[in-house]
C-alpha cells in the first residue's frame, strides 16, 4: 500500500491533466517560447531564432502558421540569447517528439511532470509521516491545487522546477534516515566510542548522490533552485550533526562540517554543478555559432548605466542602456578555433560569458518593464494577482453554445489560479508549522518552513520588475507538507478511538471536502470551458483577479 496508495493519486492526478490537455489551440502565454525552444532543440540540437512567416502569408504570424502544420524551415540558422536554461525545454521537446508539435504534444510533458510531482509528494510526506493515509491526502491536496493543475497543462518551465526540487529535498530527507542508521549501526559494532571521538565517518552516501543529480536538473531548469540547495544543504549539515550528537559526539556541527559537510558538499554541490553544465552538451556543441553571433550583444556591451524609456503608444518602457562599449566581446570569440581537450575548455568559457550576458539581462534590462498580470511575491499566498493565460471574450449568445441572455455575453479563459481554500488554509498551517519547530523542537516542520522560505523570499530582492504569481508553484509542496503535517498532528499518534482523534478527523475531512469542492467549482476557469459572463463573475472573487 506504501506504493500502491501513491501510484493511484499519480494516475488519476495524470488522467485529470490529459482531459482536454490540447484546448486552447494556441500558444498561451510563454509558450511562445518554450514550445518553440524545445522544437529547436529537437530539430537543431540548440535553440535558434524562428523566421517571421513561413508559408507567404505575411498577414499570418509565425505562431499562426506553426498551428497550420508549417513546422519545418521555420528557423533562421541563427542561435537564440535564450534567458533560461535547457532542461525543462528538452522535457517539452519530448512530448513534441511523441506527439508532434501542437498544443498536445507541447504540453504532455508538462502533464506527466505533474502527476509524477503528486507521486513524490506522497513518497516523501509517508516517509516523515510513517502514514501512507496522510502521505495520499498531501498528494491528493496537490492534485486538487488550481496553479499546479494549470501549470500541469502548459508548456512553461516552473512545473519541471518544483518537480526537480522535490526529488531533491525527498533524497536529503531520505539521506537524513539513511545516515542515522548506517552510523547506529557502526555504534553498536564499536561499543564504548569516546566522546571525543568522531562517531563514524560516511564517505559514500547514495541519497545525497541522487539528490547532486535532481538539484543539477532543477537549477538547469531556473536558476532560483540554487536557493532551496542552499537551505536544505545546510539542513543536512544540521541533521548530521544531530546524529552525531545522539551518538555522545562532542563537538558535533564542528567535527560534522568535516565529517558530513565536505562529503555532502561533493554530492550536492560539486555533483550537481557536473550536471548542471552537462545539461548545456547541446550549447557547447555549438558554441562557435554562440561566439559569432551572440558575443557582442548589448548585455556584453554594457557599462553599468542606463534609463527607463518613454512610454510608447501601449504605455509600455525599455530599459536603455547610457552608454556601449561597443569593443566589449566575448574574449574566445576572437581566439583561433582550439582542438581537443583545448576546444572543450575554450566551449566552456564562452558558456560562462554567456551566463554573464544573461545574469546581466535578468538583473538589469527588465527593471523598466511592467506587465499586466505582474504581482508582488509579498501577496503570493494571498493570491493577490493570478494569470491570465488564454481568453476569448465577447462570445454573443446562441454562438458556440452560449446560452447567456440576449443582452449578455459568454467568455472561455484559462487562468492561472490557486485553489483558494487550500492556500488561504495553508497560511494558517505554516504558522503552526513555524510554532512546532521551534516550540516543540519538531524537524518534519522545518522542512515545510525552510522550504517556503528558500522558494518565497529570495523573490522579495526582484519585486521592481514583472514576476508572477505562478513561480509560486515551488511553494506549494512545503505548505501542503506544513497541512498534513498539521492535520496528523490533530489526529495523534494514537490509533485509538479518543476524542482527540475524531476533532481531527472532521477537521481535516472538512479541509479536504471544501478544497475538493473549491476546485470543482473554479474547473471551468482552468479548462477554457464556456461560461455565461454571470457564471464567469462568479469565480471571480476580486476585481484584482480580473
Known sequence: MGWLGPLAVAILTLDLRLVGLGDPQRFAFDETYYAKDGWSLLNNGYIQTYLGDVDGNTGNEINDDILAGHVQ????????????????????????????????????????????????????VRRLTGSTLLGC?????????????????????????????VCGVHCVIADRAWLRARLGRRAEQQPGVPLSGWGGRVLLRPWLLAGGVCWGLAIGTKWTALYPLAAFGVLCWIW????????????????????????????LVVVAGLVYVATWGGWLANADQYEEHLSATQYRQYTGEGHCSDPDENGDRDYVPTDLDKSQRWPT???????????????????????QDVFTFHTHFLNCAEHFYESKPSSW?????????????????????????????????????????????????????????IGARDWRFGV??????????????????????????????????????????????????????TAGVIVGGAFFILVLANFIWFWPIWTNQLLTQSGWQDRVFFARWI
Open 240 to 267: 548530521s550533526a544531530g546524529a552525531r550528537r545522539m551518538l555522545g559526539v562532542r563537538w558535533p556541527l564542528l567535527k560534522g562540517a568535516v565529517a558530513d559537510g565536505v562529503p555532502a558538499f561533493l554530492h
Open 448 to 501: 515545510a518552513v525552510v522550504g517556503v522560505l528558500s522558494t518565497w523570499l529570495p523573490w522579495l530582492q526582484y519585486d521592481d520588475r514583472p514576476i508572477f504569481l505562478f513561480y509560486a508553484i515551488a511553494i506549494l509542496p512545503f505548505t501542503l507538507i506544513a497541512i498534513t503535517l498539521s492535520i496528523g498532528t490533530l489526529i495523534g499518534p494514537s490509533r485509538l478511538p479518543s476524542a482527540r482523534r
Open 73 to 124: 524551415g521555420v528557423w533562421t540558422g541563427e542561435p537564440s540569447l535564450a534567458v533560461h536554461p535547457d532542461v525543462g525545454k528538452w522535457l517539452i521537446a519530448l512530448g513534441e517528439k511523441a506527439f508532434g508539435m501542437d498544443p498536445f504534444g507541447w504540453r504532455f510533458a508538462s502533464a506527466v511532470a505533474g502527476a509524477l510531482m503528486v507521486l513524490v509528494l506522497c513518497r516523501l
Open 333 to 355: 570569440a576572437d581566439e583561433p578555433d582550439a582542438k581537443g581537450p583545448a576546444e572543450a575548455a575554450q566551449s566552456l568559457r564562452s558558456l560562462w560569458y554567456y551566463h
Open 381 to 437: 499566498l494571498l493570491i493577490n494577482r493570478p494569470v491570465g493565460v488564454a481568453v476569448t471574450n465577447d462570445i454573443p449568445p446562441g454562438t458556440d453554445g452560449c446560452d447567456a441572455p440576449a443582452d449578455s455575453e459568454c467568455i472561455r479563459q484559462v487562468l492561472l489560479i490557486p485553489t483558494p481554500v487550500l492556500w488561504w488554509g495553508g497560511i494558517v498551517a505554516l504558522l503552526f508549522s513555524v510554532v512546532m519547530w
Open 137 to 165: 491526502v498531501a498528494g491528493a491536496l496537490l492534485m486538487l491545487d488550481g496553479l499546479h493543475f494549470v501549470l500541469s497543462r502548459l508548456a512553461l518551465l516552473d512545473i519541471f522546477l518544483a518537480l526537480f526540487i
